[in-house]
């Protein structure tokens, strides 16, 4: 089995699913939203963050950097500036530099941890989940790129009766996903766009096997959220949000569990700066959206008959009753 890299595991989420959760964020995603907040998971090798405001250009990561990624130029006025060229980066195993810089410029994205790591880090808040109704969710990236990992990380927590949600785009193929079927309470999954040309052309993914598995997971009696992330200019019209209506008012009868619009934000936008990858992000000067931008979609959604909407997410206090 391969334990994919993890980027963190982030304790006490309330935007994960229900309750007090702790998140576990994969790296590696097959798909590339170019407005990801997540960046740091798309791809699945070792990379660093470099935050330029805290190196002093000393040149320790340069004396130990074995492919040349990292050299020492001088600058016009004659003082030592450190250069960083990316594409030579070999991900060291030990990723030397970070531990030879002194002030802390760099930082490792993505660690190798043992399967008992995880678990023993993420039922350590158990009392949590079971007095706010929470439990552990699957992140990234997306936990399909890597389904037996997930499996064996969402039976074990099964084990421990502890409520298990993916957060997923639901790209994998149907036999990947229904082995989790018996183990994971909530599937909290992203639709895009429903224009299958934008979808391919943008995310890179086809949309039809996404929307098969939605529909799939429906009629197994899954417990489905849906998000919707709208995006400035790819899915924020009348008739992205007409679409999403249509298609989720045929699952009112499956008592889909809930549908939250996500409205864009910049948060993610600083890592791409970090990740050194800041000249690829294609939202540079596009603002928060204001969530009253999302009222006619939550209007049309609840006319449609869907009972649980938000804007932002779910959050909140479940209490002990969450599906193990």
């Not at 994919?4 to 995603?29: A, N, V, Y």
């Not at 074995?66 to 990316?86: Q, W």
């Not at 190798?112 to 678990?119: G, V």
């Not at 096997?209 to 995006?231: C, T, Y």
Request: proline share 6%; hydrophobic share 35%.
């Amino acid at each position: 089995m391969k334990i994919p890299l993890i980027t963190e595991i982030q304790r006490f989420c309330l935007q994960d699913g229900p309750g007090i959760r702790s998140t576990i964020f994969i790296k590696g995603c097959p798909l590339h939203c170019p407005w990801c907040h997540n960046p740091e998971t798309q791809h699945t090798e070792k990379e660093f963050y470099y935050h330029s405001d805290k190196c002093v250009h000393c040149g320790k990561c340069v004396e130990v950097c074995p492919s040349g990624a990292s050299t020492m130029e001088t600058s016009a006025d004659g003082k030592p500036v450190l250069n960083i060229n990316r594409s030579k980066c070999a991900g060291c195993v030990n990723m030397s530099c970070i531990e030879a810089c002194p002030t802390g410029a760099r930082e490792a994205v993505g660690q190798q941890l043992e399967f008992d790591a995880i678990i023993k880090e993420v039922i350590s808040d158990r009392p949590f989940y079971k007095n706010s109704g929470g439990g552990v969710t699957i992140s990234g990236g997306d936990p399909l790129l890597f389904p037996k990992f997930t499996l064996e990380i969402a039976k074990k927590l099964k084990e421990e009766q502890i409520h298990v949600g993916i957060e997923t785009s639901c790209f994998a193929k149907w036999e990947k996903i229904q082995p989790l079927l018996p183990y994971v309470g909530m599937f909290l999954v992203d639709i895009k766009s429903l224009d299958p040309i934008k979808h391919k052309e943008t995310v890179g993914w086809p949309l039809e096997p996404i929307l098969s598995n939605i529909q799939k997971l429906l009629e197994s009696g899954a417990n489905v959220r849906i998000h919707l992330p709208i995006i400035p200019g790819f899915n924020d019209t009348n008739k992205d949000f007409e679409a999403y209506v249509e298609f989720l008012r045929q699952f009112v009868e499956y008592n889909i569990h809930g549908v939250d619009a996500l409205p864009y934000h910049v948060y993610g936008e600083s890592k791409y700066r970090f990740l050194g990858r800041h000249d690829e992000y294609q939202f540079k000067n596009v603002k928060n959206m204001p969530a009253g931008n999302l009222k006619p979609l939550v209007q049309a959604l609840k006319a449609a008959g869907i009972k649980k909407i938000t804007i932002g997410g779910m959050v909140g206090m479940g209490g002990d009753k969450q599906k193990k």
